[in-house]
Nanobody, 121 residues
Framework: QVQVVESGGGLVQAGGSLRLSCAAS????????MGWYRQASGKQRELVAT???????NYADSVKGRFTISRDNAKNSVYLQMNSLKPEDTAVYYC???????????????WGQGTQVTVSS
């Protein structure tokens, strides 16, 4: 089994910063793409940023220049540094990871439970 756990959410004032962390654990041979998504109340889940095992990054236009995604392959972990936060960044942030299990032949996508980020104006 594979578990994905996020941490680092909280309440911050507009203009502030937060750093989210996410770790995949369990029966893992390797991880490929990892990413962050968010879902604001009453809205659909949307992509925030993704990063491949080779380090290629992709960002939503709304966060470019403010958020930075990074990863530690040895720890099967991904991070999201969020700067210049805005009230519209308020959402539950979810991490996902494409994982090749120790006994598997293909990658499965696993999701975390989410962490709340609230930005006050």
């Amino acid at each position: 089994q594979v578990q994905v756990v996020e941490s680092g959410g909280g309440l911050v004032q507009a203009g502030g910063s937060l750093r989210l962390s996410c770790a995949a654990s369990g029966s893992i041979f390797s991880t490929n793409r990892m990413g962050w998504y968010r879902q604001a109340s009453g809205k659909q889940r949307e992509l925030v940023a993704t990063i491949t095992s080779g380090g290629s990054e992709n960002y939503a236009d709304s966060v470019k220049g403010r958020f930075t995604i990074s990863r530690d392959n040895a720890k099967n972990s991904v991070y999201l540094q969020m700067n210049s936060l805005k009230p519209e960044d308020t959402a539950v942030y979810y991490c996902n990871a494409d994982v090749l299990g120790a006994s598997g032949n293909y990658y499965n996508r696993y999701w975390g439970q989410g962490t709340q980020v609230t930005v006050s104006s």
